[in-house]
């Protein structure tokens, strides 16, 4: 899934792929007005992103659109 995170006074925005649940990044995310949200993506990097730089986090679709005329 991918994920894109906003930073407040940054220009950029961090994108990731990740093989967590939709759930388990709303968790994350949630328990960011007291932690800060660590997430792991699909290569084994981790992101880390302080509480009160959350600006905003966008979630892709869990499963990708299928392309083409296949059954």
Known sequence: MQVTIG???????LSLETSASHDE???AVAKATTEPVT??????????????????VELG???????GFGI
Not at 7 to 13: F, Y
Not at 39 to 56: E, I, N, Q
Not at 61 to 67: F, G, L, N, T
């Open 61 to 67: 679709e869990s499963e990708p659109r299928r392309v």
């Open 7 to 13: 930073i407040k006074h940054s220009s950029r925005e």
């Open 25 to 27: 990044v709303l968790e």
């Open 39 to 56: 997430l792991t993506d699909d290569r084994g990097r981790k992101v880390f992103v302080p509480a009160g730089s959350l600006a905003y």
